[in-house]
């Protein structure tokens, strides 16, 4: 499977519009590719997962694993981040623009740091201070 930023930004978002404060990755809400995307944020920290204690040998791993995918996760401090650079519409419209434009894949730090430069030559261009 591949990562989907697209994706990774609509899970985020809807879990920050809801009143929940965790979420259950099993639930019908979310798919497999959904499941996927959500391992994928856990391992870039955008979502914490309670621990899920496990043997080293594989099966013991392999249940593990598939028990850690079964526990409410949350948004992490680092996640919210994230979503602030990534939620105005526009500054991701720009966004995956300029990643199409140079080459159509990039890292979750450069889509940050993307983001971030759009947002803030926005808010600059609003109140007139240069950030």
């Known amino acids: 499977m591949n990562r989907d930023l697209e994706r ?27 499941r996927y995307q959500i391992k994928l944020m856990a391992q870039a920290g955008l979502l914490m997962f309670p621990t ?37 519409q526009g500054v991701w419209d720009k966004t995956k623009s300029a990643v199409a434009e140079t080459g159509g894949s990039a890292s979750l730090e450069i889509v940050k740091a993307l983001a971030l430069g759009f947002l803030k030559k926005k808010i600059s261009q609003h109140t007139g201070i240069e950030l």
Request: net charge negative.
């Open 8 to 34: 990774i930004r609509s899970i985020l978002l809807e879990c920050e519009a809801s009143s929940e404060e965790r979420f259950e990755p099993s639930s019908a809400r979310f798919s497999d590719f959904d």
């Open 52 to 88: 899920v204690k496990v043997r080293p040998d594989a099966g013991h791993l392999e249940r593990g694993l598939a028990r850690w995918l079964e526990q409410p996760f949350s948004i992490t401090w680092a996640g919210h981040d994230y979503l602030d650079a990534v939620r105005d």
